[in-house]
């Protein structure tokens, strides 16, 4: 449970975040992205900052932020550059899971150093054949003794290889029906104390047009031996259950992340539309490009207050998949549409590495992606209205 925040406090910390976005990750994102360079600096800073403590409560070292303060931390973010966002994102899911779902063994043994970022990580579902569907994954976990021996492969990891552990989701019984009864969970750290990658795991980044100097990467397990006890929550065929249960959370990181990619990229035309002049006047004076900054604009806000209302029942730890879903698919969608117009806004410059706004353009689309796909959001959206609404 989130902890209780003053309007002050919030005020205090977002303050904080902002002055760390402006000072150190926009002045190198444009270097590090085109480097596809991994920011080794603001990892340490973001441990200083707490940001891998974000969501963690207190007692376990965390700082207990409510969504509605996470998701504001998220929007600065990626308004600068949304890569970073992911690093500790993916790692606040697997957090998240282990401390709704964990034993409190689990809890007390893995949560503390989650939160100081001495473990980091984040969740591996998808896998090469499945990603939406869940229930069809390939990967097992047999049961040896006091171990469970796991094989098979999952793909677009998020901080497999600079991290250190993973939340996996495994087939512990291939014959059960439904087929979700039949998958489970575990807590694995993927390196040794020197952080070389422990025997039976295989890591190799896979390449991106977007979300760069972030490692994206395909995870093999070969007969991969995990000890029993970092089973999710001490029990067989509740992963499924596990894994969706966090996706709330990370449906409103990425609508966070998708909003901050489009306060980014109309900052950006909005400062470009008054420095560019054309026909003797800036084109912010030109009904064509107004017509655009003004479209932005509001989809930008509609999108903060759909982000607002989704973490505020997440919050109050009321059901909020419609809520999710809708702020997730409007602001995903907000972000590709400013990032296009921002193009079109910069016109030939836009395609010049030399100005950011392309790379807000490569990143946006990764939002109506991942995290469920924008047709998952939407047929969620209208299960979800019609179920509310019975006649």
């Not at 409560?57 to 929007?75: C, H």
């Not at 097992?140 to 250190?164: E, F, L, V």
């Not at 047009?209 to 970092?230: H, L, P, Q, W």
Request: proline content about 2%.
């Amino acid at each position: 449970m989130s902890e209780v925040y003053s309007k002050e406090d919030e005020l205090a910390i977002l303050d904080m975040i902002n002055k760390w976005v402006d000072n150190e990750v926009f002045p190198i994102a444009k270097e590090y992205d085109q480097a596809d360079k991994y920011p080794h600096e603001l990892v340490e800073q973001m441990k200083e900052l707490g940001l891998f403590g974000a969501t963690i409560g207190s007692e376990f070292g965390g700082m207990g932020l409510p969504a509605s303060i996470y998701a504001k931390i998220v929007i600065k973010v990626a308004s600068a550059w949304m890569a970073p966002g992911g690093i500790f994102n993916s790692h606040l899911i697997q957090a998240s899971t282990i401390e709704r779902c964990g034993t409190q063994e689990q809890k007390e043994r893995i949560l503390p150093r989650m939160a100081i970022g001495e473990l980091r990580g984040g969740i591996a579902l998808t896998e090469p054949n499945a990603g939406s569907d869940l229930q069809a994954i390939s990967t097992t976990a047999k049961r040896d003794g006091d171990d469970y021996i796991i094989n098979g492969a999952k793909t677009w990891i998020t901080n497999s290889m600079n991290g250190n552990s993973l939340a996996v989701l495994v087939k512990t019984d291939t014959e059960i029906q439904p087929r979700h009864k039949g998958t489970s969970l575990f807590f694995i750290e993927t390196k040794d104390s020197e952080g070389n990658v422990l025997p039976g795991i295989e890591i190799t980044k896979m390449k991106k047009m977007g979300y760069k100097a972030i490692d994206t990467c395909e995870v093999v397990f070969t007969d991969f031996r995990v000890s029993a006890d970092n089973l999710i929550g001490g029990e067989e065929g509740k992963g499924f259950l596990q894994a969706i249960g966090g996706l709330e959370l990370g449906r409103i990181n990425v609508a966070a992340r998708g909003a901050g990619i489009a306060q980014g990229a109309l900052d950006l035309s909005v400062r470009y539309a008054q420095e560019r002049q054309t026909f003797g006047k800036p084109i912010a004076d030109h009904q064509a490009i107004q017509l655009k900054l003004g479209e932005m604009a509001a989809k930008v806000e509609a999108s903060r207050l759909l982000i607002e209302q989704a973490a505020a029942k997440f919050d109050a730890e009321e059901r909020c998949d419609m809520e999710a879903g809708m702020a997730k698919y409007f602001a995903s969608e907000t972000g590709v549409f400013c990032a296009q117009e921002g193009m079109r806004i910069f016109g030939g410059y836009s395609y010049s590495v030399e100005y950011d706004i392309e790379r807000y353009y490569r990143d946006a689309m990764l939002m109506c992606i991942g995290e469920g796909t924008n047709e998952m959001q939407r047929m969620i959206i209208a299960k979800q209205l019609i179920a509310r609404n019975k006649i």
